[in-house]
């Protein structure tokens, strides 16, 4: 018979080698939903690429007329959402997909408003990808940029929503209203791409970034882009009224204020009327005050650009108005924007 005996100094059996965990469980929480949501979007965001009329008078531009940025498939016949300013005025706009194929594309729709575009290319059977709800989001929530920054395309980042309701003066005035503001890195060639949560759903359109700033970016609300999207597609544009006035804030007095129970402390004064425009054809004059429209108060241009949306054109208004020292009611039968 033959004894094993076990000194002191080995183990009586094989020591195991230790489990290696799988990469799989190596990913936390954040790392996967980042993975999931980038995997989902990825293959739906486009490279795009335009070239512009030179400006006359300049013999050469920094950029030779050429730019570049960022969009995103929102059906699978072709349809792609970017910035107006990145299609704006292009002569020639090129769109290339993660699989390596190359369109040409057209401007369906443009609205430099709120700074959102429709372009689409002859193809189909695209990966797509979805509107989330922007009413639902909270403040700290994942957010994922994605997009071309400087030409790195399919470029993922992320960070989470830093505040809600932030309003962005747009390439023609106007303001945008509910922007969100994120930390998700952006930078020059992302605009127009997709700002996701961790469902995959596209929360916003990035839009702008604050270039001497840290981690201070934006973004055109979902819920905002969506019917913005949808208009372009169907019409062509956004259709919106206006009086055809040259206004500007003028802050009242006091006594003013107290005097006529005003409930703003500032008015849009009436500069000058445009040549045969709606306020020139209505009973408003140069020189008036403007402090309500339809009964809603109006202190600033801004306030009075929220009103004159596209159920206004046409139909009589009623504006109360400062004139002389004395508060009367006029009536305007607001026009359609041109452009």
Same mark, same amino acid.
């Given at each position: /018979?033959?004894?094993? *005996?076990?000194?002191? #100094? ?13 990469? #799989? ?80 594309? !057209?401007? *369906? ?26 009413? $639902?989001?909270?403040?700290? $929530?994942?957010?994922?940029?994605? &997009?071309?920054?400087? %030409? ?18 747009? !390439? ?10 994120? #930390?998700?890195?952006?930078?020059? %060639? ?23 700033? $840290? @981690? ?30 040259? &206004? ?12 006529? %129970? =005003?409930?703003?402390?500032? @008015?849009? =004064? ?10 020139? $054809? ?12 339809? #009964? ?23 504006? /109360? ?19």
């Amino acid at each position: /018979m033959i004894e094993f *005996i076990a000194s002191q #100094d080995t183990p009586a059996f094989p020591a195991e080698e230790p489990i290696q965990p799988s990469d #799989d469980q190596l990913l936390d929480a954040y790392s996967k939903a980042v993975v999931k949501a980038a995997g989902e979007v990825s293959q739906s965001v486009a490279h795009i690429e335009v070239s512009k009329p030179q400006p006359q008078g300049r013999s050469r531009r920094r950029d030779n007329g050429f730019g570049s940025g960022s969009g995103f498939v929102i059906a699978p016949d072709g349809f792609i959402v970017t910035n107006s300013h990145v299609v704006s005025d292009a002569r020639e706009i090129r769109v290339s997909l993660p699989d390596g194929r190359s369109f040409e594309a !057209q401007i *369906i729709g443009d609205d430099p408003a709120t700074d959102l575009a429709v372009i689409k290319i002859a193809e189909d059977r695209l990966s797509y990808t979805r509107f989330g709800n922007s009413a $639902q989001l909270q403040v700290g $929530q994942l957010a994922i940029a994605i &997009g071309n920054p400087y %030409g790195f395309q399919h470029t993922v980042t992320a960070g989470v929503v830093s505040a809600l309701g932030r309003s962005l003066r747009s !390439q023609n005035g106007r303001l945008i209203d509910n922007v969100i503001q994120t #930390d998700a890195a952006l930078n020059p %060639g992302n605009s127009g791409g997709p700002l996701v949560n961790s469902r995959g759903e596209v929360i916003g359109v990035n839009t702008a970034i604050i270039l001497p700033a $840290q @981690g201070i970016c934006f973004a055109t609300a979902s819920n905002t882009a969506s019917y913005i999207v949808s208009q372009l597609i169907t019409k062509g544009k956004i259709r919106r009224a206006y009086l055809g006035i040259a &206004g500007q804030q003028v802050n009242l007095p006091e006594r003013t204020q107290k005097r006529l %129970g =005003l409930s703003k402390p500032s @008015g849009i =004064l009436v500069r000058n009327l445009e040549a045969d425009g709606p306020a020139e $054809q209505g009973d408003l004059r140069a020189g008036d005050v403007i402090l309500a429209f339809e #009964d809603q108060s109006v202190g600033l241009v801004d306030d009075l650009h929220k009103l004159l949306e596209e159920p206004q054109i046409g139909k009589l208004a009623e504006l /109360m108005v400062l004139r002389q020292n004395r508060l009367i009611r006029v009536k305007v039968r607001p026009g359609e924007l041109p452009g």
